[in-house]
């Protein structure tokens, strides 16, 4: 049973391995929030996850340590799991979807853990991980629906109010459930006035399914770049906690989500994963009742693949209008090219590359079609522009951002 003595004792026991990560200001991500992010991404591991494997596997008997542990993962727990057992001495089997981030497999190997691959989804990987331990007698380490687990999370909540202590609302991200019910619970018994909102993908709502239906309800299927929270079934323990001490759950999209990275990039120069970054994009893009108050967004983790953060950089650039692509009927006749860079660069933005089409069978046959892509500052340089051309009698086809 979860208990305030027990969060107190895996916050002195935690006191070994994890690291009381900093809680700071973030005023250039929001005008209209007073925001602070938790920096769970600079936590040992690069995540969140580390508190609730450590605390779980030091309560272990000597003969559970004995016969080793096995978790299922797509990455986070993973490495926190391969940690905590590694410093204890203890075996580690981790079974990983085949879809996890490469990056997150590697470091889950060198921590010590033996892996083993599941094709599918972070609930195969469960399935096999069930199996196993089965088959062995080892222990059983849940990402998220354990008590002690959960207890190990809820050590961010005393942190959150140690750090701050008028905090008025926290928002956490959700998988399975873990993190935000030790927060909820560690925040809601000891300051019963803040709110705690969770956060999950578009793509992978289960929790905020079963939390707005009022029963737990499972997914055939998720899709979203945010692994760390691409869970089909919802914990039973963690359900009946979020019922009792949640006060609100929305979903973001993936555009909303690499938006959230990009701007944690540029003005807070904090690396975050998706999973991490889901209470950042509720904020940005007004998705809670949270606008005066001092809210705390826990960004859970780092641990992004690098190729990843890449196509999420230039897709956060094209949902904050800084990258545009248009395509432009000109009368295939000289100056018009010229006339259309002084306009572009009349507005202050950069073109990066230039292409002629003359074959398309949709053009007239004196005309071409000019492609550009443009570097802009922000959705409303894009309006200029498209303004300054209309003006000039040039007509944009098509437009993608």
Known sequence: MLTLDKVYHAAYILRECARKTDLIAAPLLSESHSLYLKTENLQVTGSFKLRGAYYKISQLSDEEKAKGIVACSAGN??????????RKGI?????????????KVESTRRLGANIELVKGAYDDAHDRAVQLVEETGATFIHPYDDDY??????????EILDQLEDVEAVIVPIGGGGLIS??????????????????????APSMYNSFHNGKRESLEAVSTFADGIAVKNPGETTYEIISRYVDDIVCVSEDEIAAAILALIEKQKLIAEGAGAVPVAAAMFHKLPIEGKKTVCVVSGGNIDVNILSRVITRGLMMTGRNVNLTIELVDKPGQLQQVSEIIAGCGANVVSV????????????????KLALETRDAGQIDDIRQELGKAGFRIVTERV
């Open 355 to 370: 292409y002629y089409d003359h074959g398309d069978t949709n053009m007239a046959i004196n005309s071409c079609f000019l």
């Open 149 to 158: 687990v959960i207890a190990g999370q809820a050590t961010i909540g005393l």
């Open 77 to 86: 727990h993973a490495q926190g799991v391969a940690m905590s057992a590694t």
């Open 91 to 103: 075996t580690s089997t981790i079974c990983m979807p085949d879809s996890a981030p490469v990056m």
């Open 182 to 203: 030790g927060v909820a619970f560690a925040v809601k018994s000891l300051k019963p006035d803040v709110k705690i909102y969770g956060v999950q993908a578009a793509g």
